[in-house]
């Protein structure tokens, strides 16, 4: 996927980042991946894991890894 420049002053909030998922990130997967053949992850970043993101995601993403499923972090 293409790496997506939010603006310097630009503070990710909860509504920027779904403005992300839903005319960028989505429609990306839609067309690279037709089959839903990848998995969505996130950290724990607050605008990932607000209500309405995590909704989004769940809804809307073939295979999405929801806050209580991410893995632990790596001591290496």
Request: glycine share 2%; with cysteine; proline share 12%.
């Amino acid at each position: 996927m293409p790496p997506f420049f939010f603006r310097p002053d630009e503070k990710i909030d909860t509504e920027a980042y779904y403005k992300v998922l839903r005319y960028t990130v989505l429609p990306w997967f839609k067309k690279n991946y037709p089959t839903g053949n990848y998995v969505w992850q996130q950290d724990g970043a607050p605008s990932h894991m607000a209500a309405k993101n995590q909704k989004f995601c769940k809804d809307n993403m073939a295979h999405f890894w929801p806050k209580n499923f991410w893995p632990p972090s790596s001591r290496i």
